[in-house]
């Protein structure tokens, strides 16, 4: 971990530290104990939105999606998940890892990479199309609040234009370009230059998937937004369990927005402090109470948690996979 995301992280730590103490931790040890064992309802949920997460992978695979039976997939796609979640990278660090993990289940290391690349796309595209959603339901339930919905708008527009920027990229070769562009400025990697015919090849990948199946990338995206929306039941159970029931309107407008929250504090370590802290804005925004969002963070920390353990498992597991017996060196999909 550099300095910096030390820093970060000790920052996020601290704020996540005073919203405990602002709350107070027996108001919120009270706010827990509401839920009781209901907690295992509420983390239910989870498993839809990270199978429905899988099946939008699985559409990006093309040809090789017959190679990888579901529950490998399901688990090479956690373990990265995991490595996502533990480690500093804007939530980007775990996707080398799938591609690795996909080349043990003889999927070309080129393909798997390509798949990697353009369902995180669809993931994102799904995301700023459901946090439009989001953002429109808030607009509707919130007519008199502009505290939240206007700086949610002005960040979901820088977040879409450099999506659609990322995606033109591919369209025109993604690390082809990043490589001319360091070329330009002198910048001269000797590991990514001696893996140039790799990266064009990468590129080359990446082009066919969107030129060759369309309806790949549209299911894709389907699932993945279905999968964000299934995130919204976890909000209404968890608001119901806590004696704060809501209608589905805003249960998909608060997951929204604190998707939203979550993702403009990526630059944190795990969005430590920064994911608690707009919750909890959104949370007043929609005249619900503090204690509520914290307890709600709290809640979704232990899934996090769970589901890390899940993915340390899986990849452990998926890691004693014998590696195909020779290179797998045919030309990408």
């Not at 107070?24 to 199978?51: D, F, H, R």
């Not at 504090?265 to 802290?277: H, K, L, Y």
Request: glycine residues 10%; charged residues 15%.
């Amino acid at each position: 971990m550099t300095r910096l995301a030390l820093v970060l992280l000790l920052l996020g730590v601290a704020v996540l530290c005073g919203l405990v103490l602002h709350i107070g931790p027996g108001t919120l040890a009270g706010e827990i104990q509401k839920l009781s064992w209901n907690i295992i309802w509420v983390l239910l949920p989870s498993i839809a939105v990270y199978m429905l997460d899988a099946l939008g992978w699985r559409y990006t695979l093309g040809r090789h999606a017959e190679k990888i039976r579901f529950e490998h997939l399901f688990m090479t796609r956690m373990a990265g998940e995991t490595v996502n979640y533990t480690t500093p990278g804007m939530y980007l660090g775990g996707e080398p890892m799938k591609a690795y993990l996909l080349s043990r289940h003889n999927v070309p290391l080129v393909d798997g990479m390509a798949s990697v690349v353009t369902a995180k796309t669809a993931m994102t595209l799904a995301q700023i199309v459901f946090i439009m959603l989001g953002i429109g339901l808030g607009a509707v339930l919130l007519s008199r609040s502009t505290d939240v919905l206007l700086p949610s708008l002005l960040g979901l527009g820088l977040l879409g234009f450099g999506v659609g920027l990322f995606l033109v990229m591919q369209r025109f070769g993604l690390f082809m370009s990043l490589l001319r562009a360091l070329d330009r400025l002198g910048i001269r990697i000797a590991w990514l230059k001696a893996r140039e015919r790799k990266l064009e090849a990468l590129d080359d990948a990446i082009r066919d998937f969107y030129v060759c199946d369309r309806r790949g990338f549209l299911l894709s995206f389907a699932w993945f937004f279905a999968g964000w929306l299934a995130g919204a039941v976890e909000v209404y159970l968890i608001l119901y369990f806590l004696g704060l029931p809501v209608d589905w309107r805003t249960a998909i407008a608060i997951e929204a927005l604190a998707v939203f929250a979550k993702g403009v504090t990526a630059f944190i370590p795990g969005s430590v402090g920064g994911q608690e802290a707009g919750t909890v804005l959104v949370f007043v925004a929609f005249g619900l109470t503090e204690a509520a969002g914290v307890t709600f963070s709290l809640v979704r920390r232990i899934r996090e948690i769970v589901w890390i353990t899940f993915g340390l498992w899986a990849l452990a597991m998926e890691g004693r996979v014998a590696a195909p017996a020779e290179p797998c060196n045919r030309p990408p999909a």
